[in-house]
């Protein structure tokens, strides 16, 4: 995740104001559809970026395309963009959600496996690992890997914990290279 320190302080302003009224979850959720907005549109950072719109004008831009987003976000945003910190959107994202997660002792884990997680799984999984690492849930990501032939591996931030077929025969073609 990200190293920002300017990010880190924008995200936690805006956490400690979500968390007075209340809508930590629902601001986490508008903050990652931004996310994937500044994410799949880079004609949005350079025009955020241009000298050639005025500050009002960018404001504008990001209000109507953010229309219906929660007040406090687009206030976060608009003090981004007149601090020059606009780049800092991805990085703030990230630490916000981090902050979130932290709070409600969640952690965003990807699971692979080789075929779709039912609900069971994923809620078994969740249970299971997050007792590991000390949190009381898991936001699970199911990615689908074929190359693991069986089992799943689970990637918690930097662990992985691997109990997957194709991890264990390397494991073990490893250990009979050794010996």
């Known amino acids: 995740m990200s190293k920002s320190i300017v990010a880190n302080r924008y995200a936690l302003a805006l956490f400690k104001a979500a968390e ?25 950072e350079g025009l955020l970026h241009t000298p050639k719109l005025s500050n009002a004008k ?25 601090k020059k910190r606009i780049d800092e959107v991805l990085n703030f994202v990230d630490e916000y959600t981090m902050i ?19 609900e069971e799984q994923t809620n078994s999984i969740s249970a299971s690992f997050a007792a590991k690492i000390g949190k009381r849930s898991l936001r699970i990501e199911n990615i689908i890997d074929s190359s ?4 799943i591996r689970v990637q918690i931030g930097n662990r992985i914990f691997d109990s997957s ?4 025969l390397n494991r073990l073609q490893k250990d009979l290279i050794k010996s």
Not at 30 to 37: G, N, P, R, S
Not at 64 to 81: E, K, S, V, Y
Not at 148 to 151: E, T
Not at 165 to 168: A, D, F, I, P
């Open 148 to 151: 693991l032939i069986g089992g």
């Open 100 to 118: 979130a997660n932290d709070q409600a002792g969640v952690a965003e884990a990807i699971v692979y496996s080789t075929h779709a997680l039912t």
């Open 58 to 82: 960018k404001k504008e831009l990001l209000a109507q395309l953010f229309n219906g987003a929660n007040p406090l976000i687009l206030n976060t945003l608009f003090l981004l963009l007149d």
């Open 165 to 168: 077929l194709s991890g264990k």
């Open 20 to 44: 007075e009224k209340g809508q930590i979850d629902n601001i986490q959720q508008e903050l990652v559809e931004i996310q994937t907005v500044f994410k799949n549109n880079a004609e949005l």
